[in-house]
Antibody, heavy 122, light 108 residues
Framework: QVQLVESGGGVVQPGRSLRLSCAVSGFTFRNYGMHWVRQAPGKGLEWVAV????????YYADSVKGRVTISRDNSKNTLYLQMNSLRAEDTAVYYC???????????????WGQGTLVTVSS | EIVLTQSPATLSLSPGERATLSCRASQSVSTYLAWYQQKPGQAPRLLIFDASNRATGIPARFSGSGSGTDFTLTIGSLEPEDFAVYYC??????????FGGGTKVEIK
């Protein structure tokens, strides 16, 4: 069965950095695009970033552009989100999500991890 | 950026009743619209993709319709497990991918 397990969340001071990981199993990771989606406490869903199946294409939400880098290691079946210059407004549960498009990202999310909480606070 | 507006914000219904949720886009998204269900403390789950196609394992009581700017998610007869928050999401013109603000379906 498909599993996505995020890790790396925690409490971090404003301006500091954090790297999130998402370990996946149950499907051929190298064939699918992957996304990060976040949800601030009590709020709705916000798309953060996408990386293509081979890591060659990456796109970001304006709210995180220049501060966040999405990447993947297909040999380790793992997705990453490097977050720098963190702000209070980055406080959220961060979900990794699989795109159902085979090789070409479709912009949908068919499987989600359980999420990891990032709290930015002094 | 395409803005999605969901209504109502909260829908109070009883089990067995029919639920009708609306999602309106700020510009046409053709049929590139999905619906997700989220229960408290859980990740979202894909219900409907491309406006009207049920995802794998989704019961037939969930149906989606619409095209262009106006979309509807209908739950034919509410089961206790259907009380949750529902989000629409567009993939017509991205990045960015955008979500609606959500509709909470609560027990009356």
């Amino acid at each position: 069965q498909v599993q996505l397990v995020e890790s790396g969340g925690g409490v971090v001071q404003p301006g500091r950095s954090l790297r999130l990981s998402c370990a996946v199993s149950g499907f051929t990771f190298r064939n699918y695009g992957m996304h990060w989606v976040r949800q601030a406490p009590g709020k709705g869903l916000e798309w953060v970033a996408v990386v293509s199946y081979d890591g060659s294409n990456k796109y970001y939400a304006d709210s995180v552009k220049g501060r966040v880098t999405i990447s993947r290691d297909n040999s380790k079946n793992t997705l990453y989100l490097q977050m720098n210059s963190l702000r209070a407004e980055d406080t959220a549960v961060y979900y990794c999500a699989k795109d159902p498009g085979y090789y070409e990202s479709s912009g949908q999310f068919d499987y989600w991890g359980q999420g990891t909480l990032v709290t930015v606070s002094s | 950026e395409i803005v999605l507006t969901q209504s109502p914000a909260t829908l109070s219904l009883s089990p067995g009743e029919r639920a009708t949720l609306s999602c309106r886009a700020s510009q046409s998204v053709s049929t590139y619209l999905a619906w997700y269900q989220q229960k408290p403390g859980q990740a979202p789950r894909l219900l409907i993709f491309d406006a009207s196609n049920r995802a794998t394992g989704i019961p037939a009581r969930f149906s989606g319709s619409g095209s262009g700017t106006d979309f509807t998610l209908t739950i034919g007869s509410l089961e206790p497990e259907d009380f949750a928050v529902y989000y629409c999401q567009q993939r017509s013109n991205w990045p960015p991918l955008t979500f609606g603000g959500g509709t909470k379906v609560e027990i009356k």
